[in-house]
C-alpha cells in the first residue's frame, strides 16, 4: 500500500515536470525523422538481426549474444557494464538534466527446433536441464534486440530532442526461470537499481502475431505465470502384468484430461485461466509399466483469486487421481520454479505514450481491449518501482493476416518453430515507437 502511493506520488512529480503538450515535441514530425534515420540504419539492423537470429542462446548461456550488444552499444558511445544477473549488461547515456529512463530487451532464445527454411534459420544446439537442444529465437527477442540497438542509435542521432539519462538493460533469461529466478530477478539481485541508478521511468515491447503496428494497454497487460509440476509415483512391472502395478501413465493420463474441468466447471467461465500440460514424462518401452510419470505444465490467469482457486483444483485432482490408483501421494510443485507476476502498466504513462503513439501511428496504433495471455517477468521492474508501460508490435502484414483468416489458416504464433516473421517492417516499428515513447518523457522542463 505504502509502496503504491509512493509510486503514485513519484509519477506524479514526472508528470507536474513534463509539459502536457510540449512545444518542442511533435510525434509525427519526429516519426518522420527517425523514418529517414533508419534508411541508413537499417542495413546494418538487419545484419545484427539475422546474425542474433542464426545464433541464438538459452537462458543464463546469452555469453555471445550479449558480447554482441554491448560492442554495438560501446561503439555508440553507452557506458557498458557486463555480466549483470549472470549474463545481462546495462547500458548508460547520460545527455543533460533530465529523467532517468530504461529501455529493456531480452537475450535468450527457446529449447526448439527452428523450421522456418529460412537462409538465416538457428542450426544452434545448447545444454539445456542436461540435454543437448537445438534452439530457436522463437519468441522474437532477436527483433527485440535489434529494435533496442535501433533505438540507442536514432535516440543519439535525435539528442538535441531530448534530456535526460537512457538506461538501456538487456535481461538474460526471460524464457525461463532457473530455481525460482529469472533473468529480471537476477539482474534485481545483482544490484540493477543500486549500483546504477534506479530509474525514474520504464518501456518494454513485444512483437506478437497480429498486424503490423502497435498495441497498448493501461493497466494490466500480461497474464500471470506458474509452473506445474506433479511426480505421480506409481508401481513398475512387466507390461503383460498390469495386476502388479500402479500405473503412473495412467494416472498421468486421467490428470491430464480431469484437470481441464476445473477450467471448465470450477472457475468462473468469464475469468480469464489456462492450464497447459506441455510435458509428460514417463517409461523406456512399450512392454514396461514405469514407476514414475512426470507431468508438466503452466498455469495462467489475471486474478490473484482465480489463480488460487486453479492451484486448489490442480491439487485437489493430482491427489485424486492418485487415490483412485490406490497410489501414494503425488509430489506437487505449483509456482515454485516460476512465478511471474502481472505486467502492470501505469495508466498515466500508458495515456502519455498513447498519445505520441496515435499522433505518429495513427489507425496502426491500437488500445488492446484485453490482456494478452502471455506472462512476462518484466513485470519485477514494475514491482520494484519503476512504472512503466510494455507494449506489443504487431508482426505481419495486415493483408497477409487478413489473407489467412480468410482461408482459416493462422499465421505461425510466437514459440512456433516456424515463428520468424520478415524483419524489416518489425524492426522499424518498434524502433520508431520506442523512439516516440522515450523521447516523449525526456522533454525538456519548460519553466
Ligand atoms: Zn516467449
Ligand atoms: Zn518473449
New binding site residues.
Given amino acids: 500500500m505504502i509502496r503504491k502511493h509512493h509510486l503514485a506520488l513519484s509519477l506524479c512529480l514526472w508528470a507536474a515536470a513534463l509539459p502536457t503538450a510540449s512545444l518542442a515535441f511533435e510525434p509525427s514530425a519526429s516519426k518522420a525523422a527517425i523514418d529517414q534515420q533508419l534508411d541508413k540504419d537499417y542495413p546494418r539492423l538487419d545484419a545484427l538481426y539475422k546474425d542474433l537470429h542464426a545464433h541464438p542462446e538459452l537462458g543464463f548461456q546469452e555469453a555471445r549474444t550479449a558480447n554482441r550488444l554491448a560492442k554495438e552499444m560501446r561503439a555508440l558511445g553507452f557506458r557498458v557494464t557486463e555480466g549483470v544477473g549472470k549474463t545481462g549488461l546495462v547500458a548508460i547515456y547520460q545527455n543533460g538534466e533530465g529523467p532517468t529512463v530504461m529501455v529493456r530487451t531480452e537475450l535468450d532464445a527457446?529449447p526448439l527446433e527452428e523450421k522456418s527454411g529460412l537462409p538465416y534459420a538457428s542450426r544452434a544446439r545448447q545444454m539445456w536441464h542436461g540435454e543437448e537442444m537445438p534452439v530457436d529465437h522463437?519468441?522474437g527477442?532477436d527483433l527485440h534486440m535489434a529494435t533496442w540497438v535501433g533505438t540507442a542509435k536514432s535516440l543519439l542521432a535525435m539528442k538535441d530532442q531530448w534530456h535526460g539519462t537512457l538506461m538501456f538493460i538487456a535481461q538474460p533469461s526471460?524464457?525461463a526461470a532457473v530455481d525460482g529466478i529469472s533473468g529480471a530477478k537476477a539482474m534485481l539481485n545483482d544490484g540493477l537499481f543500486t549500483r546504477f541508478p534506479k530509474p525514474d521511468l520504464g518501456f518494454a515491447l513485444h512483437v506478437m502475431p497480429a498486424p503490423l503496428g502497435v498495441y497498448y494497454r493501461a493497466g494490466t497487460a500480461t497474464s500471470s505465470a506458474n509452473d506445474l509440476l506433479i511426480t505421480f509415483h506409481g508401481k513398475g512391472s512387466h507390461g503383460s502384468m498390469p495386476q502388479e502395478a500402479i500405473d503412473p501413465v495412467l494416472m498421468a493420463s486421467r490428470f491430464v484430461v480431469d484437470v481441464q474441468s476445473v477450467i471448465s466447471r470450477e472457475k468462473d467461465p468469464a475469468a480469464f485461466g489456462i492450464i497447459t500440460v506441455g510435458a509428460i514424462q514417463s517409461g523406456s518401452a512399450g512392454n514396461i509399466i514405469p514407476d514414475t510419470a512426470v507431468v508438466r505444465g503452466t498455469i495462467r490467469s489475471y486474478d490473484p483469486a482465480v489463480r488460487d482457486q486453479l492451484f486448489a483444483g490442480i491439487d485437489r485432482t493430482a491427489r485424486g487421481v492418485a487415490q483412485m490408483a490406490g497410489a501414494s501421494a503425488p509430489e506437487l510443485r505449483l509456482s515454485s520454479a516460476m512465478n511471474y507476476p502481472s505486467v502492470v502498466n501505469d495508466p498515466a504513462l500508458t495515456e502519455r505514450t498513447a498519445g505520441a503513439f496515435k499522433a505518429a501511428f495513427s489507425d496502426k496504433a491500437r488500445a488492446m481491449p484485453a490482456p494478452t495471455a502471455?506472462s512476462e517477468d518484466y513485470s519485477e521492474f514494475i514491482l520494484a518501482g519503476v512504472p512503466s508501460v510494455f507494449f506489443g508490435v504487431g508482426v505481419y502484414p495486415a493483408e497477409a493476416f487478413a489473407q489467412a483468416k480468410q482461408h482459416g489458416q493462422s499465421l505461425p504464433v510466437?514459440?512456433s518453430p516456424m515463428f520468424a516473421p520478415t524483419p524489416e517492417p518489425v524492426i522499424r516499428t518498434g524502433v520508431a515507437a520506442m523512439t516516440l515513447a522515450v523521447i516523449n518523457v525526456m522533454q525538456p522542463v519548460t519553466k
Fill in positions: 527457446l522463437a519468441c527477442h526471460e524464457e502471455g510466437n514459440h
